[in-house]
């Protein structure tokens, strides 16, 4: 069980740059979520995944923002023309059809 | 909606006492209880979870958590610490149907002095 991986851990980019996160979830685990933290909070809901299908999307999630799964494995998230807000940490949660979520390390965004 | 409220945004104890982190939630309808641990630079990892039944759980890294129906609160508790533990810690609700998205608290920072 090799676990939730994501890439890269650590980017940082100039505002207004385009960057994309990737996350490849847990073999056969049919859910896939993001997640952003801030410092010092709690992580906050980005979107949901079932298989390819992308069912759900906070108001967090900007126009700005978007992400795919596009064979229902792994998944993209990408963030346009960023702003120093976005500087955050991307989690990668996946789940079996169970309640459990699978966290991986992460992606740090540092927008300068 | 959900909500999660972690009453202390730092516990700071010393090593081999015992702590209690704790966690009240919102909910009109019924939830999963789950608590992460989240080690600098990581990302989460369960400690232990409450789905139903009896309403002591038991985890890993020897804590524990009491679910409280009636006080809607999920304390978690450890009865020896070790410099280990330095952490932080999140308590989270989920729905038992849906998506079951995560709702967190903001955390409690547990610091471990010898």
């Known amino acids: 069980d090799t676990g939730v991986s994501q890439d890269p851990r650590h980017k940082i980019t100039k505002r207004g740059q385009n960057v994309t996160f990737r996350c490849d979830p847990i073999?056969?685990?049919?859910?896939l979520y993001w997640y952003r933290q801030t410092l010092g909070q709690g992580p906050e809901f980005l979107t949901y995944?079932?298989?390819?299908?992308?069912?759900?999307k906070s108001r967090l999630l900007s126009d700005r923002f978007s992400a795919e799964r596009p064979k229902g494995s792994f998944s993209t998230l990408e963030i346009q023309r960023t702003e120093q807000g976005d500087s955050a940490m991307y989690l990668c949660?996946?789940?079996?059809?169970?309640?459990?979520?699978?966290f991986g390390p992460g992606t740090r965004l540092t927008v300068l | 909606a959900q909500s999660v409220t972690q009453l202390d945004s730092q516990v700071p104890v010393f090593e081999e006492a015992p702590v209690e982190l704790r966690c009240n939630y919102s909910?009109?309808?019924?939830?999963?209880l789950f608590w992460y641990v989240q080690y600098p630079n990581q990302g989460l990892q369960l400690l232990l979870k409450?789905?139903?039944?009896?309403?002591l759980v038991k985890g890993i890294n020897g804590f524990e958590a009491e679910f409280n129906k009636s006080q809607t609160s999920f304390h978690l508790r450890k009865p020896s610490v070790h410099i280990s533990d330095t952490a932080e810690y999140f308590c989270?609700?989920?729905?038992?149907?849906?998506?079951?998205?995560?709702?967190f608290g903001q955390g409690t920072r547990l610091t471990i002095n010898p």
């Open positions: 949660a996946s789940s079996p059809q169970s309640d459990t979520q699978y």
């Open positions: 073999s056969e685990h049919n859910r």
């Open positions: 995944f079932q298989n390819e299908a992308q069912l759900e």
């Open positions: 909910s009109s309808v019924s939830v999963y």
């Open positions: 409450y789905l139903s039944g009896s309403t």
């Open positions: 989270a609700v989920n729905l038992i149907q849906g998506a079951q998205k995560l709702v």
